[in-house]
């Protein structure tokens, strides 16, 4: 999407808005004044002479057929419902007044707003403030475009009725934004409570009835409207729908993982039958995404086509604006397919080559799929033996080629990126080849361009443009983009010999750039394997310095801190803390604020030790010691040589500051 | 997506609770966001960072254990394989697409293998041996190699500031 959002933003958020309460009061009495106006005005039963001849001029559009209705009724009968009638007869005709209608009707829409989100979201996060506020002035930014670029509407009336149609729009789509939000930030947490699935769901359920609702709207104004406002209304309409049922079904399905994942840790049997429909739900969650995802997006592609194409906005700023939002959805429809592409690629290259595991293998290693952690009921087996999901192994492959335990390369071309490693494929080719060598050696002749201006005209100014070609493939040092194609050469080099060190075979391959090479290396034993990684270029930490800063830093300390900080690590209560430490040790607690509050005791027992230990390693070296240093220093000892305490022992402080906070 | 992301991490932080490596503590700040971890790492033993216990965040993706958690010191840092504003540029936070420096094979990168305890372990590792051919701080690299008596002057103060004890 493009956003031409922050311009406004910025300066909405400079300018005085009033609050919310400010405007619901400012409207209100807006309201009265202009009911109090119309009720003075209409009670003197001549008033509709004087209006006639007043708006006759500036709004002939509406007036007759007002008329019409208006003196048709008897005059004489003057009843409350009479008197009503007149009245907003009144106030549909006095411009000022419909302003603040429809003032009032924003300011209700706001207010139904404020109160959905009360009841369904509670309290918004700033990411989906600041989410709720991009849409929003894309959307307005958007619609002011077609109503004044695309329709290119004349009548007030007109505004003001695409205006409203818009504002309900505009508010169920934000909803559905906030909706959709909503879920993924509830579908970062294990523990949502039930009803706030429901309240979520209960929304969307209703945003897709009020969509349907639209569209008979769209239906019934299309039939008079003509075809074109009906493709207009209906294109937005369905979008909103199509976009409510993906999150819906997004959402039940994650519900349904959820529940299959409790019940899959639970118990045996029944995790057993999960696992089955496990495997078929990839499939299913994947389509479904797909159908979802393309079809928003070429609907949105058809409409805009259809503004582009049916309104005579040609070289406009407005079919600029369309132009650029058309090229974005070209974009990413392209790049949807290509991913389904690979994503079929991937899935027939497994079907074919990695058979799925037997009872027997499965029974074998008894360990979890090493991609999510869980039992394997099925799996598929790569060539190196080890065994995942079909699922986990689908989405890992549609990334990476390898096998993620032992990072074998995995013979896998997918179409896409068939054609970027052909390239490399030619080039490395052409360099392996013996034949090849000077030619490869050969630097690539390099481009200079020259102009002398100054030898056409005078004034004209002289310039040089020299293109070099770099060379990706003879450098010592290893570049970005040909390191996984070295990895291949080296999977290739340690199929022959398994018992060479990947690392040393590539290292080997950095310098010869060619697996006969490295073969031939291996075969006459002079490939040797490189010191390990990190000590390479540094060198062991000196000792010397060490000391001395210790030293300094003991001398340096002042004794009144450093006691105050003493004190500070050890208030203590042995006999309580022992329970607590009891109580925290290797425990992973069913109830998620306790799981909570655990890690957080943890956190500060690890710090609290922490500093001990650090106190007393940099303990001053004082010729005198006072009587309650000795004390500590053998309660430091005890510590010591007491797991228990040393973990336990800032406990009572802890808790004491848990309690009151 | 979320929902198997979700039931591995809830595996992996089940596991870290049980069988805590040694000086290492990682979790969910708040459990409304599974995603976002937060980790303490004592400074290894005989190293200039030792005894220090630094607080660092994790940030793991949708679609985690199939791409790496991002992973950011939020304490002052200084070492040269931690930028400046504390993001950790070791190889197995690297998706194996990406190779940002260009040196490493794509072995050492990431795959769903990896685990939390193997990140923080290896993090352990890069305080005690800083790798120098990936300059995420420069200053710090430099250092590292030609004044490491300033080096560790500094490495002592942050592990002081983490201790909340006063330099003196
Ligand atoms: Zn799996
Ligand atoms: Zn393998």
Redesign the pocket.
């Given at each position: 999407m493009i956003n031409f959002h922050s311009m406004p933003v910025i300066l909405l958020d400079r300018l005085p808005l009033p609050s919310l309460r400010a405007y619901t009061i400012i409207s209100v009495v807006l309201l009265s004044c202009s009911v109090y106006y119309a009720v003075q005005v209409t009670s003197d039963p001549n008033w509709k002479a004087n209006a006639t001849a007043q708006t006759d001029d500036d709004s002939d559009a509406e007036v007759p057929d007002l008329e019409e209705t208006d003196i048709e009724v008897d005059s004489q009968n003057v009843s409350m419902g009479f008197q009503l009638g007149e009245m907003v007869t009144f106030m549909i005709q006095e411009p000022l007044c419909i302003w603040t209608l429809i003032n009032m009707a924003y300011c209700c829409l706001i207010l139904l707003g404020k109160f959905i989100q009360k009841l369904v979201f509670g309290e918004l996060r700033v990411s989906e403030q600041q989410h709720i506020k991009d849409k929003f002035w894309n959307f307005v930014f958007y619609k002011f475009i077609f109503v004044f670029g695309v329709i290119n509407v004349q009548y007030m009336d007109e505004v003001v009725l695409w205006c409203s149609w818009f504002s309900v729009l505009g508010f169920l789509h934000l909803l559905a934004q906030l909706c959709k939000d909503r879920f993924e930030y509830l579908s970062f947490s294990p523990t949502t409570p039930g009803w706030s699935h429901i309240r979520l769901l209960g929304l969307l359920i209703s945003i897709l009835i009020l969509s349907g609702l639209l569209f008979l709207i769209c239906v019934a104004v299309g039939f008079f409207g003509g075809f074109n406002t009906f493709a207009f209304m209906v294109a937005e309409c369905v979008q909103l729908s199509v976009q409510t049922l993906h999150v819906i079904l997004r959402y039940a399905l994650h519900l349904y993982d959820m529940r299959q994942g409790s019940t899959g840790t639970a118990g045996g049997a029944v995790g057993a039958g999960a696992g089955r429909v496990w495997e078929r739900r990839g499939p299913l969650a994947y389509y479904s995404e797909l159908v979802f995802e393309l079809a928003g997006l070429l609907l949105d592609l058809v409409h805009h086509l259809h503004m582009l194409l049916w309104s005579n906005i040609f070289l406009s700023m407005a079919s600029l604006v369309i132009c650029m939002q058309l090229r974005y959805l070209c974009h990413e429809i392209q790049r949807r397919v290509k991913k389904h592409r690979n994503y079929l690629w991937v899935h027939n290259h497994m079907e074919q080559n990695y058979p799925m595991a037997t009872v027997e293998e499965l029974a074998e290693s008894s360990d979890n799929c090493a991609i999510c952690w869980e039992k394997m009921e099925t799996a598929r087996k790569?060539?190196?033996?080890?065994l995942f999901h079909n699922s986990c192994l689908q989405s890992w492959l549609e990334q990476d080629t390898?096998?993620?335990?032992?990072?074998?390369m995995l013979n896998i071309q997918s179409p896409v990126a068939m054609e970027a490693s052909r390239h490399i494929d030619h080039n490395l080719l052409a360099g392996e080849g013996p034949d090849n060598v000077q030619n490869a050696n050969r630097r690539p002749p390099n481009h200079f361009f020259h102009f002398d201006g100054s030898r056409y005209v005078s004034w004209l100014p002289s310039f040089s443009v020299e293109v070099t070609h770099t060379q990706l493939f003879r450098s010592n040092q290893a570049q970005p983009a040909q390191t996984s194609q070295l990895d291949a050469m080296a999977r290739q080099v340690q199929q022959l010999f398994p018992h060479v060190a990947l690392t040393t075979v590539i290292e080997d391959l950095r310098v010869t750039r060619s697996v006969e090479l490295t073969i031939e290396n291996v075969l006459d034993g002079r490939v040797v394997a490189p010191p390990p990684m990190f000590q390479r270029d540094s060198d062991p930490p000196p000792q010397v310095p060490e000391v001395e800063l210790i030293t300094t830093v003991a001398t340096r300390n002042e004794p009144t801190s450093w006691e105050d900080l003493c004190a500070v690590a050890e208030i203590r209560d042995v006999s309580e803390s022992v329970e607590t430490s009891a109580n925290l040790g290797g425990r992973f607690s069913k109830s998620s604020a306790e799981r909570e509050r655990i890690l957080q005791l943890r956190k500060d027992q690890l710090l609290m030790a922490a500093r001990r230990r650090y106190m007393e390693k940099h303990r001053p070296a004082e010729p005198e010691t006072s009587p309650s240093e000795t004390d500590q220093k053998d309660e430091m000892q005890q510590d010591k040589d007491d797991d228990h305490i040393i973990n336990a022992s800032p406990n009572s402080s802890l808790r004491q500051r848990h309690i009151d906070s | 997506m979320a929902g198997s992301a979700l039931r591995r991490l809830m595996a992996e932080y089940k596991q870290l609770t049980l069988n805590p490596p040694e000086g290492i503590i990682a979790g969910p700040i708040n459990e409304e966001n599974f995603f976002e971890w937060e980790a303490l790492i004592t400074g290894p033993e005989g190293t200039c960072f030792e005894g220090g216990v630094f607080p660092a965040k994790l940030i793991f993706p949708p679609d985690y254990p199939l791409s790496p958690p991002k992973m950011q010191f939020t304490c002052e840092m200084f070492h040269p394989n931690i930028y400046a504003d504390g993001r950790v540029c070791i190889s197995i936070l690297h998706a194996p697409g990406d190779d940002p420096m260009g040196y490493e094979s794509s072995a050492e990168r990431w795959s769903p293998v990896q685990s939390v305890e193997k990140i923080l372990l290896s993090v352990v590792s890069m305080l005690a041996e800083p790798n120098d051919e990936s300059g995420a701080n420069v200053d710090a690299a430099k250092m590292w190699r030609e004044d490491r008596a300033e080096f560790n002057r500094i490495a002592e103060r942050i592990v002081r500031k983490t201790l909340g004890i006063p330099t003196p």
């Open positions: 790569l060539p190196c033996t080890h390898s096998c993620p335990t032992c990072r074998m | -």
